[in-house]
């Protein structure tokens, strides 16, 4: 098969199997570099390239970095901040919210604002009885538009600066790009706070965090503990509930609130059986008995893992919920570094964020298995099998082949025209692959358009930075829309409706606004 045909089949299938919501999206994106290389587009060094791909281990470590930071209360904390200065109401903590994950992906990129930031928005969520859905794809939406703020934004930003240095024009200043970044990001905030609520389903992820003080008055409440000063939740100490299950070896003990376990580490603070309050008095442990068990966290952990009880609330779950427990001011400090380091460019962001994360481990604020467990190999392996089809488009000449169609049908129009249907084409592409990728395709084509109708190369540079932040309407565009695609309950088909109308905003902007800063001529 010819590898341009080959190419262009196995993104069509991959797109519909994408749509159809019916395969595993890691299933999909291996299929798509066993296909390369079956049909003989690649080479399997080439196909597998992804999984060692820099971006994807970026990616993985932010996950364990963004672990730290959920596991040690320092989301906690921050939600509780967000909370109490901006409420529970919606529009307030969208508008909150988006700005502050802006002025993040404006120095350490889409990526790494959205990781980090996607925990705190979670917690935010819980505390205000908001729907995950509601705010997590506001937050990756609001950093695309972010990272047209300064040139760290992304890495398009300084790809399309090159280029425009090479190319007859000059290279954008560093504070350059916010001459449109700026009204790009209050206009995208505003469709989010106008349309979101009707346009974005209301779901939660598999994982939603737990307001902490809320739990400890719903305890009190149901252990009739009120006013009793025996339960703590703090960064040291903590409670949980278990049952007793079929089977249990605790099934026929003798227990006696207030008594500590046989282990020693633990206490029984108080028991339910159905309706009734075991709290005073020695009782026999019977099937589905509920206990209230209090004592410090490691230990809550440990001694509720085995098949002798079911747990309702897991303590490493709970724990999440103490603002600033133990770990916290590492976890800051080790973060800020990383940060530093992405400012600065001191090294590649691949090699900061894994430095971060071996920092974590070795400094014990999470612990090896916690990193594995963090990272969502879902979004690991869609990455690592979608980057090869961008290699793919580049080295069969079908990039050159759709800048020939585009020429074709531009013919002798103006450059706005020829301008209007590279930031359509680069806005299409980059909805079916990395908009990084997509601008390296298109960067080429919109220098020969530009060079051919005697324009400026400035005002097209900026234009495709534009269209390339336009990844709205799939999962797949952006490594950012794939991270907040479980924890916010989100389906494939969810981004485009609420992404058509920002993708329709920022192509209009390149279109028409982007001229008027950098003239065509």
């Excluded at 079908?398 to 074709?408: E, M, P």
């Excluded at 999962?475 to 916010?488: D, H």
């Excluded at 409706?497 to 192509?507: D, E, M, P, R, T």
């Amino acid at each position: 098969m010819d590898p341009i045909v080959a190419t262009l089949t196995i993104l069509l299938l991959a797109v519909v199997a994408f749509v159809s919501n019916r395969v595993p999206l890691g299933v999909v994106a291996i299929g798509v570099a066993l296909a390369l290389y079956f049909t003989g587009v690649l080479p399997l060094s080439t196909a597998l390239s992804g999984f060692g791909d820099p971006t994807v281990l970026f990616i993985a470590a932010l996950f364990v970095v963004s672990e730290s930071l959920d596991a040690t209360g320092v989301t906690a904390w921050a939600g509780k901040v967000v909370i109490a200065r901006a409420g529970t109401r919606r529009v307030t903590l969208l508008v909150i919210l988006s700005l502050l994950v802006a002025g993040l992906t404006a120095l350490i990129s889409v990526n790494g604002a959205v990781a980090a930031l996607l925990p705190l928005v979670v917690v935010v969520a819980a505390r205000a009885g908001i729907h995950t859905s509601q705010l997590l794809m506001p937050l990756a939406f609001a950093a695309h538009a972010g990272s047209m703020l300064l040139l760290t934004g992304t890495p398009v930003n300084i790809i399309v600066s090159e280029v425009a240095a090479e190319n007859g024009g000059r290279a954008f200043g560093f504070f350059e790009f916010a001459a449109v970044g700026a009204p790009l990001l209050v206009g995208t905030v505003a469709i989010l706070v106008v349309f979101g609520r009707r346009l974005l389903p209301e779901r939660n992820g598999g994982v939603m965090s737990v307001d902490l003080s809320d739990h400890a008055r719903l305890l009190r409440r149901q252990y009739s503990l009120e006013g009793d000063t025996g339960l703590i939740l703090g960064p040291a100490r903590g409670v949980t509930e278990v049952i007793v299950p079929p089977r249990s070896p605790l099934i026929g003990v003798r227990m006696t609130p207030g008594m500590v376990t046989p282990s020693g580490d633990l206490v029984l603070l108080a028991a339910r059986r159905g309706e009734e309050v075991l709290r005073a008095g020695e009782f026999r442990a019977q099937l589905g008995d509920v206990l209230l068990l209090q004592g410090a966290w490691d230990d809550l952990v440990a001694r509720t893992e085995g098949p002798e009880v079911l747990v309702v609330d897991t303590p490493a779950q709970l724990r999440r919920s103490v603002p600033l427990g133990v770990g916290a001011k590492r976890a800051m400090t080790i973060v800020g570094l990383m940060v530093v380091l992405l400012a600065t460019g001191l090294v590649p962001p691949a090699v900061a964020a894994l430095l971060a994360a071996c920092a974590l481990v070795l400094t014990r604020t999470v612990s090896p298995s916690q990193a594995y467990h963090s990272i969502s190999w879902t979004t690991v392996v869609l990455i690592a099998g979608m980057i090869p089809l961008s290699t793919a488009f580049t080295e069969t000449g079908t990039a050159d082949l759709v800048a020939g169609w585009l020429l074709a049908v531009v013919g002798d129009a103006g450059p706005q025209i020829a301008l209007l249907a590279l930031v359509v084409l680069t806005v299409v592409l980059g909805q079916l692959i990395s908009n990084t990728a997509t601008v390296l395709i298109v960067a080429p084509i919109a220098v020969a358009v530009a060079t051919t109708l005697g324009a400026s190369v400035q005002p097209f540079m900026m234009a495709l930075t534009v269209a390339g932040a336009a990844s709205f309407l799939t999962p797949i565009a952006t490594p950012a829309n794939l991270m907040v695609l479980e924890p916010g309950g989100y389906r494939f088909g969810d981004y485009w409706k609420l992404g058509i109308l920002l993708a329709v905003f920022f192509v209009v902007m390149a279109v028409f606004y982007v001229p008027l800063i950098w003239p065509l001529s």
